[in-house]
C-alpha cells in the first residue's frame, strides 16, 4: 500500500470517528436522530468496521452452538454479514445527502451500528 493509501485509509476512519460521535443539538432530543450526517457517518463506520461482522457472529455461534457450528456456520455468517454491512455502509455513503424510499434516513440494516451495546444483534438461526 502506499503512502498516499495509508493516508487516506487514517483520514476515513477519522472522519468516520468524529461523524458518528456528533450529534447535532436539535436532533439529539429526539430518541433516534436520522439526517444527512448521522447517514454518512453510518455509512463510513460501517464500511470501515464491517470487516468485524465475521469475529463477532463466530462467537456468537460458538455461544450458542459450540466449535463445529461456529468453525463452520460462524464463518459462513460472518462473511455474509460483513459484505452486506459493507455494501450497505458504501451505498449511505454515496447516497448520504437524499432520503432512500422506504428508510428516509434512517438504518437500512439492523443495528444501524455493529459496536452498539445498546441493539442486540440478530443471528441466522435465533428467533
Do not use: C
Not at 455502509?89 to 440494516?109: H, Q
Amino acid at each position: 500500500m502506499t503512502q498516499r493509501g495509508r493516508r487516506f485509509g487514517v483520514a476515513l476512519l477519522a472522519l468516520a470517528v468524529v461523524v458518528t460521535a456528533w450529534e447535532p443539538g436539535a436532533a439529539a432530543a429526539t430518541k433516534r436522530p436520522f439526517g444527512p450526517v448521522r447517514k454518512l457517518g453510518r455509512g463510513l463506520a460501517n464500511v470501515s468496521l464491517g470487516v468485524l461482522e465475521l469475529p463477532f457472529r463466530i462467537s456468537v455461534v460458538y455461544e450458542d452452538h459450540g466449535v463445529g457450528a461456529a468453525a463452520f456456520w460462524g464463518s459462513l455468517a460472518g462473511i455474509q454479514a460483513a459484505v452486506t454491512r459493507m455494501v450497505v455502509g458504501a451505498v449511505e455513503v454515496v447516497t448520504f445527502p437524499l432520503p432512500l424510499p422506504r428508510v428516509g434516513y434512517g438504518p437500512i440494516v439492523e443495528p444501524e451500528f455493529l459496536l452498539n451495546p445498546k441493539e442486540p444483534v440478530e443471528t441466522a438461526g435465533s428467533s
